[in-house]
Antibody, heavy 119, light 106 residues
């Protein structure tokens, strides 16, 4: 079936980096955009960025520019999100999601990856 | 940036109630509005897209309407499985979510 499966929970110290993976299966990887969305504990959803698995440059939320990097590996149908210079405010559940076009709703979501930043 | 404002933030209702949630955009979003349901510890689930199109597999008691800058999500008869938090999202210019509406048991 169509699914996005994310890597496991991470605990990092302030200033470190974290990389979260999102592996797609059940559909043609390059036909759908992948997004990253995060949710701090008890808070709402925040869009972080978009990557086109078929090519082109990712587009990042302005407040994360310079700290976030999204990459793709078409050989494994996997997208990666790396966030650097972590601070306590980055503690959140991180989700990947897909859409068919870049002006479409997110129809499939990963299960989420909890990232905890703590000294 | 387009801001999305949902109301109410919390809603207390009983099984069988008709429930309406409103979402306002700070500018026109050309109908590119989605609604998601999220339960604790789970990923959001797409309910409605392009303001009024029901996602496959979603019960028909959910409906969406609106245009321009004002949109609504209606649950015609609230079921036990519907107690959750609901988010609207615009995808016309970048992507922005509302702050969420928690539907609680009265």
């Amino acid at each position: 079936q169509v699914q996005l499966v994310q890597s496991g929970a991470e605990v990092k110290k302030p200033g470190a980096s974290v990389r979260v993976s999102c592996k797609a299966s059940g559909y043609t990887f390059t036909n759908y955009y992948i997004y990253w969305v995060r949710q701090a504990p008890g808070q709402g959803l925040e869009w972080m960025g978009i990557i086109n698995p078929s090519g082109g440059s990712p587009n990042y939320a302005q407040n994360l520019q310079g700290r976030v990097t999204m990459t793709r590996d078409t050989s494994t149908s996997t997208v990666y999100m790396e966030l650097s210079t972590l601070r306590s405010e980055d503690t959140a559940m991180y989700f990947c999601a897909r859409s068919y076009g870049d002006r479409d709703a997110f129809d499939i979501w990963g299960q989420g990856t909890m990232v905890t930043v703590s000294s | 940036d387009i801001q999305m404002t949902q109301s109410p933030s919390t809603l207390s209702a009983s099984v069988g109630d008709r429930v309406t949630i409103t979402c306002r955009a700070s500018q026109s979003i050309s109908g590119r509005l989605a609604w998601y349901q999220q339960k604790p510890g789970k990923a959001p689930k797409l309910l409605i897209y392009t303001a009024s199109t029901l996602q496959s597999g979603v019960p028909s008691r959910f409906s969406g309407s609106g245009s321009g800058t004002e949109f609504t999500l209606t649950i015609s008869s609230l079921q036990p499985d519907d107690f959750a938090t609901y988010y609207c999202q615009q995808y016309n210019h970048f992507w922005t979510f509302g702050q969420g509406t928690k539907v609680e048991i009265k």
